[in-house]
């Protein structure tokens, strides 16, 4: 068994695999404060009450877009699983031909749906993930990452609404019935779920014409099943993306250490 571990700016999503099947995944919140063994904790308590045996862990594969947390994680790992984690970033393979200006500035999360979108789907794609913000990730046949686009996530755009409008509400995501809302509630949620699709089909079209191709549509990420039945352009969701691409690049650089 290995264990995969996805450190995002608002969750920690970890994958118990046995060979390709994952066997069991958790979400915890993403805290900049907790200790190594605090971490320590709330894994041995997930484990129990899930029956996975930490003995039968053979490795651990980590990516981090959160730099003061990895070795927090990384330390939790050799004490309480006696193993030293890989760390997605330079000195491990990807298979993919990163055309970033600097390569190293790319999000690890983002490379890692890359990797698992081409072995599952095959480029030329468009990897699409509402988290913390959505990311656009375009990768061509040949396997080269060519870049993509940013955007500040469903949860932090619905914040600075409320946030910053007195009279604006926290909402449910829900989508409404119809796009235009007759009261505050419709209509805050006729702005998000229908803008954000809006701005998938958006930047898929012009990304489709700078690429010059027809590439797939592959979306992951909390809210994406959600979002994308509002969408024309994307073509699969996949909320397991981004642990499989760990437990890909895991398989990839298991003897690297
Ligand atoms: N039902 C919801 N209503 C409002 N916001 C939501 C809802 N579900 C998720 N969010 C927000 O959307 C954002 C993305 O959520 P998700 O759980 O997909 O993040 P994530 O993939 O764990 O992100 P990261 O990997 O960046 O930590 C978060 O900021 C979250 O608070
Ligand atoms: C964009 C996020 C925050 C999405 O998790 C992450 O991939 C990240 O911190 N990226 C670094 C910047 C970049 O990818 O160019
Ligand atoms: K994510």
Do not use: W
């Not at 000195?91 to 999000?107: A, C, Q, S, V």
């Not at 809006?198 to 700078?210: A, H, N, T, W, Y």
């Amino acid at each position: 068994m290995i264990l995969v571990v996805d450190i995002g700016n608002t969750n920690i999503v970890l994958g118990v695999y046995e060979g390709t099947e994952l066997l069991h995944h958790f979400r915890i919140s993403t805290s900049r404060q907790a200790t190594s063994d605090e971490y320590g904790v709330m894994i041995y308590n997930l484990f129990r009450m899930s029956g996975v045996d930490a003995d039968k862990i053979e490795g651990v594969m980590i990516s981090s877009v959160v730099p003061p947390i990895v070795g927090v994680i990384e330390q939790m790992c050799r004490t309480y699983l006696k193993k030293t984690p890989l760390v997605v970033g330079p000195g491990i393979k990807t298979g993919l031909n990163l055309r970033y200006e600097n390569p190293r500035e790319i999000g690890a999360d983002r490379i890692v749906n890359a990797v698992a979108a081409v072995e599952l789907y095959g480029g030329p794609l468009v990897v699409v993930d509402f988290g913390t913000a959505t990311t656009f990730d375009c990768i061509d046949a040949q396997g080269n990452y060519l870049g993509g686009a940013i955007v500040p996530g469903i949860g932090i755009s619905t914040e600075a609404l409320y946030q910053r409008a007195s009279k604006l509400p926290r909402i449910e995501l829900e989508k409404p019935k119809k796009v235009i809302g007759r009261n505050t509630v419709h209509a805050m949620q006729a702005g998000i779920i229908y803008g954000y699709a809006g701005q998938v089909d958006g930047i898929v079209k012009r990304i489709r014409q700078e690429m010059d191709t027809e590439p797939k549509v592959v979306a992951t990420g909390g809210l994406a099943p959600l979002i994308c039945a509002e969408t024309d352009s994307v073509r699969e969701v996949n909320p397991m993306l981004t642990l499989e691409g760990l437990r890909l690049i895991y398989e990839r650089n298991r003897f690297a250490k």
